[in-house]
């Protein structure tokens, strides 16, 4: 699937993961559900954990499940269900004791010594089995309950999945028997399809071998590399099972990042990240082999511009069939901006943060001042969302995103001889340029444990003539390309001055009505609008006709 659908269409999932333990206790989780609804998410995110779902093998707890799909539908929320099985944050601490206590029959990985780990083995397959037999009742409870009103949208399967233990492979009988047989040709094959993406340029370095065993073929990587398939066949079969039950059910994957160019610590699976996972590196084994999961998607709390894009451009394939889902994100700061890059230029079809809770003050009723930023971003998107799944089809959608302190950037590439420059107010806009209820509201100086929130935008660009737009702290001005013969006509001298001097145009204020028609309802004139399209959070969409 290439994006969640609900009831034929799609959805776009904007929201917030509980944190872990939420779940156990419906009474408790009264704090969960009003964060969702005070940040403006439309989906929570929540776990369910195998221990919880089936205490004793082969009983279960299905009230859990339905318990929380009533509650999410009298909160009027949706729900993405958090299977944390096998694998959480790279161990398996929410496997039931009858999996825990019976090591003979649900082996766990070894390390080289033969000291075994928390984690059980990816490669044992009485793991699987069980895992999978309780993830497809799991399932089947959803589609029995659910299918009608749609109540859950996705499902992640697993969380994490990898060896966060010490070790960069399962040193089991069973892990050794895999490490020492030869590398699946579906692996090779991808690699000559694919030449130029990572594993083929590690394959190719070590002689380009086929048949070979995983040290042979990929060298030192091979430990990590054998780990990542056996782990991405496991969750692959057991999605698998639920896809049967429930296929329009949509299930995704996620990941604990490496660090991609800029590297990690030690850069060490096992330590630095869990051995195995969908990381940068191992995304090749994942995608050559994932045949059921709908999508691989990044926890994606980098604290740098380039990194925060880095891996938003390494996990938005929608091409190979993997779009762009981000399950875990902050609450503030550069993922506000960021997270409108995702939506424009990388068509992402879902954003959430983590720990919607935390965006609550200790009243645990009003938002802090994480909450008040992710609150932002979620107005503008639902204000948007009639608009942006189309656009990102049409390839007319922009984002504007101040990065460090910058001051403007310039968006090029619309349709016809237009330019637009997105001021970031702060820097060279000005607050008084907006209108009377936002200037008033700016003439109180910013509370000073707010944490920066950069500047940006989204524009839409209808027709050669109609742009809408959503944005925050951002004031745009459209501007006509310079004449080709080379003159630059005197208002270039003022970019405020372009704006003005635009062919007539008008500038309104509205909302998308369930038909998808844009009703007007500010129209804005005079000093309301000379100075530029000024876009605000609580604005609702901003409709620039050209004439
Ligand atoms: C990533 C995991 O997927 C979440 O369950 C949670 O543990 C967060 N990290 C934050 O700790």
Same mark, same amino acid.
């Given at each position: 699937?290439? &994006?969640?659908?609900?009831?034929?269409?799609? /959805? #776009?999932?904007?929201?917030?993961?509980?944190?872990? =333990? *939420?779940? $156990? !206790?419906?009474?408790?989780?009264?704090?969960?559900?009003?964060?969702?609804?005070?940040?403006?998410?439309?989906?929570?995110?929540?776990?369910?954990?195998?221990?919880?779902?089936?205490?004793?093998?082969?009983?279960?707890?299905?009230?859990?499940?339905?318990?929380?799909?009533?509650?999410? &539908?009298?909160?009027?929320?949706?729900?993405? /269900? #958090?299977?944390?099985?096998?694998?959480?944050?790279? =161990? *398996?601490? $929410? !496997?039931?004791?009858?999996?825990?206590?019976?090591?003979?029959?649900?082996?766990?990985?070894?390390?080289?010594?033969?000291?075994?780990?928390?984690?059980?083995?990816?490669?044992?397959?009485?793991?699987?089995?069980?895992?999978?037999?309780?993830?497809?009742?799991?399932?089947?409870?959803? &589609?029995?309950?659910?299918?009608?009103?749609?109540?859950?949208?996705?499902?992640?399967?697993?969380?994490?999945?990898?060896?966060?233990?010490?070790?960069?492979?399962?040193?089991?009988?069973?892990?050794?028997?895999?490490?020492?047989?030869?590398?699946?040709?579906?692996?090779?094959?991808?690699?000559?399809?694919?030449?130029?993406?990572?594993?083929?340029?590690?394959?190719?370095?070590?002689?380009?071998?086929?048949?070979?065993?995983?040290?042979?073929?990929?060298?030192?990587?091979?430990?990590?590399?054998?780990?990542?398939?056996?782990?991405?066949?496991?969750?692959?079969?057991?999605?698998?099972?639920?896809?049967?039950?429930?296929?329009?059910?949509?299930?995704?994957?996620?990941?604990?990042?490496?660090?991609?160019?800029?590297?990690?610590?030690?850069?060490?699976?096992?330590?630095?990240?869990?051995?195995?996972?969908?990381?940068?590196?191992?995304?090749?084994?994942?995608?050559?082999?994932?045949?059921?999961?709908?999508?691989?998607?990044?926890?994606?709390?980098?604290?740098?511009?380039?990194?925060?894009?880095?891996?938003?451009?390494?996990?938005?394939?929608?091409?190979?069939?993997?779009?762009?889902?981000?399950?875990?994100?902050?609450?503030?700061?550069?993922?506000?901006?960021?997270?409108?890059?995702?939506?424009?230029?990388?068509?992402?079809?879902?954003?959430?943060?983590?720990?919607?809770?935390?965006?609550?003050?200790?009243?645990?009723?009003?938002?802090?001042?994480?909450?008040?930023?992710?609150?932002?971003?979620?107005?503008?998107?639902?204000?948007?969302?009639?608009?942006?799944?189309?656009?990102?089809?049409?390839?007319?959608?922009?984002?504007?995103?101040?990065?460090?302190?910058?001051?403007?950037?310039?968006?090029?590439?619309?349709?016809?001889?237009?330019?637009?420059?997105?001021?970031?107010?702060?820097?060279?806009?000005?607050?008084?340029?907006?209108?009377?209820?936002?200037?008033?509201?700016?003439?109180?100086?910013?509370?000073?444990?707010?944490?920066?929130?950069?500047?940006?935008?989204?524009?839409?660009?209808?027709?050669?003539?109609?742009?809408?737009?959503?944005?925050?702290?951002?004031?745009?001005?459209?501007?006509?390309?310079?004449?080709?013969?080379?003159?630059?006509?005197?208002?270039?001298?003022?970019?405020?001055?372009?704006?003005?001097?635009?062919?007539?145009?008008?500038?309104?204020?509205?909302?998308?009505?369930?038909?998808?028609?844009?009703?007007?309802?500010?129209?804005?004139?005079?000093?309301?609008?000379?100075?530029?399209?000024?876009?605000?959070?609580?604005?609702?969409?901003?409709?620039?006709?050209?004439?």
């Amino acid at each position: 699937m290439s &994006r969640i659908m609900v009831k034929g269409k799609p /959805f #776009l999932s904007l929201g917030g993961q509980s944190h872990n =333990s *939420s779940s $156990y !206790v419906l009474d408790n989780m009264g704090p969960t559900w009003h964060s969702i609804k005070a940040i403006g998410g439309n989906t929570l995110a929540t776990p369910v954990p195998w221990d919880a779902f089936e205490p004793e093998e082969g009983q279960f707890n299905r009230k859990f499940v339905t318990d929380l799909i009533d509650e999410a &539908r009298h909160q009027d929320l949706k729900l993405a /269900f #958090l299977w944390f099985a096998t694998w959480k944050n790279g =161990s *398996s601490q $929410y !496997v039931p004791a009858w999996v825990k206590g019976n090591r003979e029959r649900f082996q766990r990985c070894l390390l080289k010594d033969g000291t075994p780990i928390h984690q059980l083995s990816a490669h044992c397959p009485a793991n699987m089995e069980a895992d999978r037999k309780a993830y497809a009742e799991l399932i089947r409870t959803i &589609r029995d309950y659910d299918s009608e009103e749609q109540t859950v949208i996705a499902v992640q399967v697993e969380n994490e999945a990898g060896i966060q233990g010490g070790t960069r492979r399962d040193f089991s009988p069973y892990g050794e028997a895999a490490y020492h047989a030869a590398v699946p040709a579906e692996l090779i094959d991808y690699c000559k399809d694919n030449p130029n993406c990572i594993l083929a340029g590690v394959w190719k370095k070590n002689g380009e071998r086929e048949g070979a065993d995983w040290a042979e073929t990929f060298g030192y990587y091979g430990a990590e590399a054998v780990t990542a398939y056996a782990i991405a066949r496991y969750i692959d079969d057991v999605c698998a099972a639920g896809k049967e039950i429930y296929p329009d059910l949509f299930m995704y994957l996620n990941v604990w990042l490496d660090g991609g160019s800029r590297g990690k610590g030690q850069n060490l699976a096992g330590i630095d990240w869990p051995s195995g996972c969908a990381t940068s590196r191992n995304l090749d084994i994942y995608y050559a082999t994932l045949k059921a999961i709908d999508t691989v998607a990044p926890d994606n709390y980098q604290t740098t511009h380039f990194r925060h894009k880095e891996v938003t451009d390494t996990y938005a394939h929608p091409e190979k069939g993997f779009p762009l889902y981000v399950p875990e994100s902050a609450k503030f700061g550069i993922n506000m901006g960021q997270m409108f890059y995702a939506l424009a230029e990388k068509k992402a079809i879902g954003y959430h943060i983590f720990g919607s809770e935390t965006a609550l003050m200790p009243d645990l009723k009003t938002l802090n001042p994480m909450g008040i930023q992710t609150m932002h971003n979620f107005r503008m998107l639902r204000d948007a969302a009639p608009l942006i799944f189309e656009y990102q089809d049409r390839d007319r959608i922009w984002s504007a995103v101040q990065e460090e302190k910058e001051e403007s950037v310039v968006v090029d590439g619309f349709d016809g001889d237009i330019l637009m420059k997105v001021c970031f107010i702060g820097n060279d806009g000005d607050w008084t340029k907006t209108d009377y209820p936002h200037r008033n509201e700016e003439a109180v100086p910013p509370d000073p444990t707010l944490l920066p929130e950069p500047g940006r935008a989204l524009i839409f660009q209808e027709s050669e003539k109609v742009f809408y737009f959503v944005g925050h702290n951002a004031t745009v001005t459209i501007e006509k390309r310079p004449p080709v013969d080379g003159s630059i006509p005197a208002v270039y001298a003022d970019y405020t001055l372009l704006h003005v001097n635009m062919d007539s145009y008008s500038t309104t204020q509205g909302h998308f009505d369930e038909d998808g028609k844009f009703v007007v309802d500010i129209v804005r004139s005079g000093d309301e609008s000379r100075h530029g399209v000024w876009l605000r959070y609580d604005t609702g969409v901003v409709r620039v006709k050209l004439v």
